[in-house]
């Protein structure tokens, strides 16, 4: 909160989304309040107020999502799940019931079930959803001490070398004016958390400079691969937070996908995939062991047969 700011600057800054004139129009038909108090433009903010937004419930409208998940193996306490890309992984944003969990949920009645882990909206492949709460902690410690190994599929521009290491740091990008991006620096601060990928080279297209780059997370930050291929220089191809220019991400919030749009990022989504997922069974004590081919959206993209 930014003690003296007024409200209007505070959420064309905050939330860059919606330009001044969205919020201004917003704030006039009584959506945005402090408290109990009905906003103004030129309220001044003090530290400890609460900002409410009340959406319209006409325009509540739930994106349309890609709702094509495979359920690759079902075991006794757990789900496999390959996730498509355009399909959350749960509620959040404008996504209530347009998300995974509760497609799996609408499958599975009367299971108990909660993802063990996360992978973004646009990101496709493997993951994990726990069917027993009383199973739940056992499996949800595996990712906690770093006990699953996992790989992901990127596919970003330029030449990438045959390996590299990107050990560092991830922290909040404080020239972003986009406030959930993260930065990754070789360098820590007070607030940095560690966060180190390897990557190998796949394969590389010199026709159209892209690379097929395999990652191999060794911690589990959020968008941890993402910010560190763009901060090593070989953003991932379609990423509209993390790409080149991340007023692309601001562009698609206000203005949805377009030619010229798509022509600027490279791809409808970021080119993102999750791969493969090990891990000994804290139950059955056997090695597990599950994959996902890359997808065909990918695949054309390199040109490669699938």
């Known amino acids: 909160m930014e003690d003296g700011s007024t409200l209007l600057h505070f959420l064309e800054t905050r939330f860059p989304y919606h330009s001044r004139e969205g919020w201004s129009s917003r704030i006039a038909e009584s959506r945005v309040w402090i ?3 009905l906003g103004e433009p030129s309220m001044i903010l003090k530290e400890g107020d609460t900002i409410q937004y009340r959406p319209n419930p006409d325009l509540m409208i739930e994106p349309p999502i890609n709702a094509e998940f495979r359920v690759i193996e079902s075991r006794e306490n757990i789900y496999i799940i390959e996730k498509p890309p355009n399909l959350p992984m749960h ?3 404008r996504y209530r019931e347009h998300t995974l969990l509760h497609l799996l949920r609408n499958q599975f009645p009367g299971e108990e079930l909660s993802p063990l882990h996360r992978i973004d909206r646009e990101t496709s492949g493997l993951v994990l959803f726990s069917r027993r709460q009383s199973t739940f902690a056992l499996y949800q410690k595996l990712f906690e001490d770093r006990k699953i190994e996992k790989s992901y599929l990127a596919i970003v521009f330029g030449k990438f070398p045959s ?6 740091f991830l922290t909040k990008d404080r020239d972003s004016l986009i406030r959930k991006k993260m930065k990754w620096s070789a360098n820590p601060d007070s607030t940095s958390l560690s966060a180190d990928t390897d990557f190998e080279l796949a394969t590389y297209s010199q026709e159209k400079n892209l690379s097929l780059v395999r990652c191999f997370p060794r911690t589990g930050r959020i968008h ?3 910010a560190t291929l763009l901060a090593l220089g070989y953003p991932i191809v379609g990423d509209k937070l993390y790409g ?3 007023t692309a991400f601001l562009d698609f ?3 949805g996908d377009s030619s010229d749009f798509l022509k600027r990022v490279g791809h409808s989504r970021q080119a993102l995939h999750a791969e493969t997922l090990n891990f000994l069974d804290p139950i ?3 090695n597990q062991s599950f994959s996902s081919p890359l997808p065909n959206d990918l695949a054309n993209l390199m040109s490669l047969s699938n």
């Open 163 to 168: 390996n590299l290491k990107g050990y560092g």
């Open 224 to 226: 941890q691969i993402r």
């Open 35 to 37: 408290g109990e108090t």
């Open 253 to 255: 919030a206000k203005n």
């Open 284 to 286: 059955s004590n056997e």
């Open 244 to 246: 080149k220019d991340e």
């Open 91 to 93: 509620p959040a944003g």
